[in-house]
């Protein structure tokens, strides 16, 4: 007979769900945790806040640059740019 | 988004707008990754700068091979790396270990005793997307490294975790690592700002 896991503790939970998204958990790590998933309401608050933390972090547009870093910048593409003329 | 290879054919065509517009999409990105090599933001930025010097340089030779922006940040990190050696930088590519949620919200057993309530209904009402983005921005630049930049390369930018593994010359096991205790710590920033600073 082969003996069952013990049930994971959502403070452990946790910790697997980085890799349970990146889809790098083993199969019975991952069993494991879809199992507690489904008895555990919280946990999966957690996992949609990781989840919406991922896609979140994809929308995130880059800042405006420095006027100052950009000015510099052209010049150095308009120094180049003439350079090939 | 105006694809990047599009930008590239009117940069060489001498389009000053569209080097703008691809420096303004890249910037950001560099100087974070540089700064895992660098000791200071300044030096960063020199990294950064003379990165657009090697692209303009180098684009016509780019042959698309790879994705320009594998291409551009794999001049940065060599760039960044040359000047760690010179620094006698060691890079710390290891995570930290804190545990990814407060311990304090968990009770002896391990359950939850102050459980999460999902963003959406945090949100709900009170803050547009722009809003939120603003603090997810800010989250990710209060980071430390290596976590700033292996979550930006990972999910701002959106390259896999082999080809960051790869870029940054550490083992995908931990990118995994450093990038599990990054976004905790995203996640945790975004919970107590959408909280209203309570915790």
Same mark, same amino acid.
């Given at each position: 007979?082969?003996l069952?896991?013990?049930?994971?503790?959502?403070?452990?939970?946790?910790?697997?769900?980085?890799?349970?998204?990146?889809?790098s958990?083993?199969?019975?790590?991952? *069993?494991r945790?879809? *199992?507690?998933? *489904?008895?555990?309401?919280?946990?999966?608050?957690?996992?949609?806040?990781?989840r919406?933390?991922?896609?979140?972090?994809?929308?995130?547009?880059?800042?405006?640059?420095?006027?100052?870093?950009?000015?510099?910048?052209?010049?150095?593409?308009?120094?180049? *740019?003439?350079?090939?003329? | 988004? +105006?694809?990047?290879?599009?930008?590239? %054919?009117?940069?060489?065509?001498?389009?000053? /707008? /569209?080097? +703008? =517009?691809i420096?303004?999409?890249?910037?950001?990105?560099?100087?974070?990754?540089?700064?895992?090599?660098?000791?200071?933001?300044?030096?960063?930025?020199d990294?950064?700068?003379e990165? &657009?010097? /090697? +692209?303009?340089?180098?684009?016509?030779?780019?042959?698309?091979?790879?994705?320009?922006?594998? &291409?551009?940040?794999?001049?940065?990190? @060599?760039?960044?790396?040359?000047?760690?050696?010179?620094?006698?930088?060691?890079v710390?590519?290891?995570? %930290?270990? %804190?545990?990814?949620?407060?311990?304090?919200?968990? @009770? %002896?057993?391990?359950? &939850?005793?102050?459980?999460?309530?999902?963003?959406?209904?945090?949100?709900?009402?009170?803050?547009?997307?722009?809003e939120?983005?603003? $603090?997810v921005?800010?989250?990710?630049?209060?980071?430390?490294?290596?976590?700033?930049?292996?979550?930006?390369?990972?999910?701002? =930018?959106?390259?896999?975790?082999? =080809?960051?593994?790869?870029? $940054?010359?550490i083992? =995908?096991? @931990? +990118? !995994?690592?450093?990038?599990?205790?990054? !976004?905790?710590?995203?996640? /945790?920033?975004?919970?107590?700002s959408?909280?209203?600073g309570?915790?």
């Amino acid at each position: 007979m082969r003996l069952k896991p013990a049930p994971l503790a959502c403070q452990q939970a946790v910790e697997l769900i980085s890799d349970y998204l990146e889809g790098s958990l083993s199969r019975s790590e991952r *069993r494991r945790l879809e *199992r507690h998933l *489904r008895a555990c309401d919280a946990c999966t608050a957690y996992l949609e806040q990781v989840r919406a933390t991922i896609e979140l972090s994809g929308e995130v547009t880059p800042e405006d640059l420095d006027p100052e870093v950009l000015e510099g910048l052209t010049d150095l593409f308009e120094q180049y *740019r003439s350079s090939d003329d | 988004m +105006v694809d990047d290879a599009l930008l590239l %054919d009117k940069m060489l065509g001498g389009d000053q /707008a /569209a080097f +703008v =517009e691809i420096v303004t999409r890249y910037q950001g990105v560099l100087v974070r990754v540089a700064r895992l090599y660098v000791g200071s933001d300044a030096t960063a930025e020199d990294v950064a700068q003379e990165t &657009w010097i /090697a +692209v303009l340089k180098g684009l016509e030779r780019f042959e698309g091979r790879s994705s320009f922006k594998t &291409w551009l940040l794999r001049i940065c990190t @060599n760039r960044a790396r040359s000047i760690a050696v010179r620094e006698h930088r060691t890079v710390l590519t290891f995570a %930290d270990d %804190d545990a990814s949620v407060d311990p304090s919200r968990f @009770n %002896d057993a391990g359950m &939850w005793s102050e459980p999460p309530v999902p963003f959406t209904e945090l949100v709900e009402g009170r803050l547009d997307r722009a809003e939120v983005l603003a $603090l997810v921005r800010a989250a990710i630049e209060a980071l430390a490294q290596p976590a700033q930049a292996v979550v930006t390369l990972r999910d701002v =930018e959106g390259l896999s975790t082999a =080809e960051v593994a790869d870029l $940054l010359e550490i083992s =995908e096991a @931990n +990118v !995994r690592v450093i990038l599990h205790r990054g !976004r905790a710590k995203v996640r /945790a920033s975004i919970e107590v700002s959408l909280k209203g600073g309570a915790k």
